[in-house]
């Protein structure tokens, strides 16, 4: 059973950064491409960034590009995503999602996962 927890969200002021992690089970990340997504109030969800499999290439997307780094430890098998220079548009939940597909295709770049966590809210104010 596939289960995806996210946590290390909060508060953080214009211009600091987080770390996020998502804590998989049910599947290997040397398996499957895994990828952190964000929703805002009354916003459409949109893609941060994946990572894939066996290689763990990774994907931005252009809603942070240049500002998030996704990573993941293979032995713990959690996922990360380094935020920095966090800016009030990011406010968001941010979480994680995976269609269990080796790569990051199409699912990833139109937000269609099978699974995906309950999220962690960030959120930047002054």
């Known amino acids: 059973q596939v289960q995806l927890v996210e946590s290390g969200g909060g508060l953080m002021q214009p211009g600091g950064s987080l770390r996020l992690s998502c804590a998989v089970s049910?599947?290997?990340?040397?398996?499957?491409?895994i990828g952190w997504f964000r929703q805002a109030p009354g916003k459409e969800r949109e893609a941060v960034s994946c990572?894939?499999?066996?290689?763990?290439?990774?994907v931005y997307a252009d809603s942070m590009k240049g500002r998030n780094t996704i990573s993941r430890d293979i032995v713990k098998n959690i996922l990360y995503l380094q935020l920095d220079s966090l800016k009030l548009e990011d406010t968001a939940v941010y979480y994680c999602?995976?269609?269990?597909?080796?790569?990051?295709?199409?699912?990833?770049?139109?937000?269609?996962?099978?699974?995906r966590g309950q999220g962690t809210q960030v959120t930047i104010s002054s």
């Open positions: 999602a995976t269609d269990r597909y080796p790569a990051c295709a199409s699912w990833f770049k139109n937000a269609r996962y099978e699974y």
């Open positions: 990572i894939g499999g066996s290689a763990g290439r990774t």
């Open positions: 049910g599947f290997s990340l040397d398996h499957y491409a």
